[in-house]
């Protein structure tokens, strides 16, 4: 998928959480998860940046104010419309635990529950990573990152939960690498 495409979906699929003011899961949005959304949006447009430069981002936010259910609102939004619009857009979310792995699974089935047949798991005795929704854990990324697997030809949105508990900075480097273009990396 081109950078400006993806973007694009990542846009409307802000807007329209932003203006249902909740989650598919009928969750209304908390004011910390809304200001979020409108900060990544203000980020996504800023023209000053390059396409590629506002593709690549992250959330800071306090551990049980949501941050989970805001990219799974960002990835199931953005991944609806292009369904729509008969395009596949594949996200993968990388997970520190198989805790996180189980967690993360529920957080789509209870926040955008449209998603339940489309999320795939990788780890702990999960071999699914062909979904367009697929859950993994740092391992298991690294194993299929390496083998060649899963690439910037393959995903389009890459979502790294708790990086700062997954692994190395240096092995999250060489990964990344492998993702270096047509990515959105959150």
């Known amino acids: 998928m081109q950078n400006t495409e993806l973007l694009s979906y990542l846009l409307r699929g802000i807007d329209q959480l932003l203006a249902q003011d909740s989650f598919d899961g009928g969750q209304p949005l908390r004011r910390t998860q809304k200001q979020s959304l409108e900060a990544y949006k203000r980020y996504l447009e800023n023209d000053s940046l390059s396409i590629d430069e506002r593709l690549k981002g992250f959330f800071?936010?306090?551990?049980g104010i949501g941050k989970t259910a805001v990219f799974v609102g960002i990835v199931a939004s953005a991944y609806s419309i292009a369904k729509s619009e008969n395009k596949l857009l594949r996200s993968i979310i990388v997970v520190p635990s198989v805790q996180l792995l189980n967690q993360t699974q529920q957080s789509f089935i209870d926040f955008a529950p449209q998603t339940k047949k489309s999320i795939g798991l990788y780890g702990?005795?999960?071999?699914?990573?062909?979904?367009?929704?697929?859950?993994?854990?740092?391992?298991a990324w690294y194993d299929l990152s390496q083998a060649g697997k899963i690439n910037s030809q393959n995903v389009?949105?890459?979502?790294?939960d708790e990086a700062h508990r997954g692994t190395s900075e240096r092995r999250v480097e060489n990964i990344?690498?492998?993702?270096?273009?047509?990515?959105a990396q959150i």
Do not use: A, R, W
Not at 124 to 139: A, C, E, S, V
């Open 156 to 160: 389009d949105i890459l979502i790294s």
């Open 176 to 183: 990344l690498g492998i993702f270096n273009e047509k990515v």
């Open 124 to 139: 702990d005795g999960h071999k699914n990573y062909k979904q367009p929704i697929t859950i993994m854990t740092y391992n």
């Open 60 to 63: 800071e936010i306090p551990t």
